[in-house]
């Protein structure tokens, strides 16, 4: 699965961008997917996941009551509503497939998309 994370952009502190993660050649729709960022230095972390039909959700007690996972399985799309941005959340956002939950994922990284949030 080719996945593709896109909506990022500057933001101020306090503001809010929605990222989109869609798949080239194959559906989103049966799979557990993550969204999982990297801040310049630091290794890669899980933010949030969501499972096959968005029943269950599961999200890093550094996003809780801010970001939102949700999927839309007709669109073949998951997203991540990102609101009252911290500067701190400054990272590229990826998306992938999730094979152990609520974090594990064992498939290759594909395009991230840049979130900055400035202060």
């Known amino acids: 699965v080719q996945l593709q994370a896109s909506g990022g952009g500057l933001v101020q502190a306090g503001g809010s961008l929605r990222l989109s993660c869609a798949a080239s050649?194959?559906?989103?729709?049966?799979?557990?997917m993550g969204w999982f960022r990297q801040a310049p230095g630091k290794e890669r972390e899980s933010v949030a996941s969501?499972?096959?039909?968005?029943?269950?959700?599961y999200y890093e007690d550094f996003v809780k009551g801010r970001f939102t996972i949700f999927r839309d399985n007709a669109k073949e799309t998951v997203y991540l509503q990102m609101n009252n941005l911290k500067p701190e959340d400054t990272a590229v956002y990826y998306c992938?497939?999730?094979?152990?939950?609520?974090?594990?994922?064992?498939?290759?990284w594909g395009q991230g998309t840049l979130v900055t949030v400035s202060s």
């Open positions: 969501i499972s096959n039909t968005g029943g269950s959700l």
């Open positions: 050649g194959r559906a989103l729709s049966r799979y557990f």
């Open positions: 992938n497939v999730i094979r152990v939950w609520p974090t594990e994922t064992y498939d290759s």
